[in-house]
């Protein structure tokens, strides 16, 4: 078996939970447990045995969360030196980490630094006080100016920012403070999502109280119009439905996401997907730790896709990227062409100008950008 995958190593832990959290995270009061992180360096030696993984080469490594950067910089960089020294690597390997403004040092990135991390993805949300009272995050509108500040120190030379717009209670005026002092700081990469209510979530109770206003779709759209113009003159080109970077600063991991390629899932909750089988790992981080710890692989499912299941997905995924999917990989990959598979309903969008097809991709046309997701849901 040849070919690349992406490693993915999860920390489900948070300082607390904010409000609109719907991720596999839970609140540990800023000290993440280390039993969890021997529990990763150990499912990371447990693959590492596998001669047919060992012949494929790793092209990323994201360490995501949860709140990864809650660890100290020696934990931290012996998970990164883990994933590098365990597994076949690609040269100039893109490894990344996910972290809030609060809980990082410069100590810390030094050593994660030295271990070989080179991307660090900072979840600023806003840049607005009041608004980070209201989505519950721990951090405050200087401590992610300080904690940018930290990270360029460190020799940062590629940072993302992750932004959400749509807040209750957040003007134009606000949304538009928030995009100019991002600017800003010229980070290379912008991950700016539109908050969602999601079910068992606290704001999900507020809502159904009625004690959450959220704003009206209006004001939304004006909110993503002002988001497109004002990066686009900043030198930031979106590149997926939620993503803007900077030439050449794509993320790699993600991108391998989006084109329905192989990863490689450690950690609590997180899931493989490794030709077309997919695996997801026990959700509770105790359960994890315990399985691990008796020599267990920690597997909660696993499900062998289908052909056509794995051509679905390659074409959903592939349509998030605005330059869309290509038809030959399609045809490479699955021997299916998306106008045969789908007949009339792709037609209907190609007619609608909702998706453009010339003779080697397929993508979303900018009309129909703003209603992606209600689109993507008809090819499922
Ligand atoms: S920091 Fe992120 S993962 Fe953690 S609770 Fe907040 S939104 Fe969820």
């Not at 749509?166 to 600017?183: F, I, V, Y």
Request: contains cysteine; glycine residues 8%.
């Amino acid at each position: 078996m040849s070919g690349l995958y992406g490693l993915y190593i999860h920390i489900p832990f948070c300082r607390r939970k904010c409000l609109y959290c719907s991720f596999v995270s839970q609140a540990c009061g800023g000290r993440p447990p280390a039993a969890y992180l021997e529990a990763l360096l150990s499912h990371i030696r447990q693959y590492s045995r596998l001669e047919w993984l060992r012949e494929r080469e790793i092209s990323s490594i994201f360490i995501g969360g949860g709140t990864p950067s809650l660890y100290d910089g020696k934990s931290l960089a012996r998970l990164i030196s883990a994933g590098r020294d365990s597994f076949n690597c690609q040269p100039g390997l893109e490894i990344s980490m996910e972290s809030n403004p609060n809980s990082l040092s410069p100590a810390q990135l030094d050593l994660c630094r030295e271990a070989g991390l080179n991307r660090l993805s900072i979840g600023v949300q806003s840049f607005n006080d009041r608004l980070l009272k209201v989505l519950g995050r721990s951090h405050s509108r200087n401590e992610a100016r300080q904690a940018f500040g930290m990270a360029r120190a460190a020799g940062f030379d590629n940072i993302n920012l992750d932004l959400m717009y749509g807040l209750p209670g957040q003007s134009l005026t606000d949304w538009r403070q928030t995009l100019e002092q991002a600017a800003a700081l010229a980070p290379e990469h912008l991950s700016i999502y539109e908050l969602s209510v999601e079910p068992d979530t606290p704001f999900a109770e507020l809502r159904e109280n009625r004690r959450l206003t959220l704003l009206a779709e209006e004001e939304v759209i004006e909110q993503e119009n002002l988001t497109y113009s004002l990066l686009e003159r900043q030198g930031l080109e979106r590149y997926e439905i939620s993503n803007f970077a900077r030439p050449g600063r794509q993320c790699r991991h993600n991108l391998n996401y989006w084109r329905n390629g192989s990863y490689l899932g450690i950690g609590a909750a997180a899931v493989s997907c490794l030709s077309g089988l997919r695996l997801r790992n026990v959700d509770k981080a105790e359960t994890y730790i315990k399985m691990v710890r008796r020599g267990l692989a920690p597997l909660a499912e696993g499900e062998a896709l289908s052909r056509e299941a794995a051509f679905r997905e390659s074409v959903i995924m592939g349509l998030r990227m605005l330059r869309g999917v290509s038809l030959i990989d399609l045809r490479l990959h699955y021997d299916l062409h998306p106008l045969d598979y789908y007949g009339p309903a792709l037609r209907s969008l190609v007619e609608r100008g909702l998706i453009v097809m010339d003779d080697t991709y397929m993508r979303l046309s900018l009309r129909a950008l703003p209603v992606a997701n209600q689109i993507l849901a008809e090819l499922v």
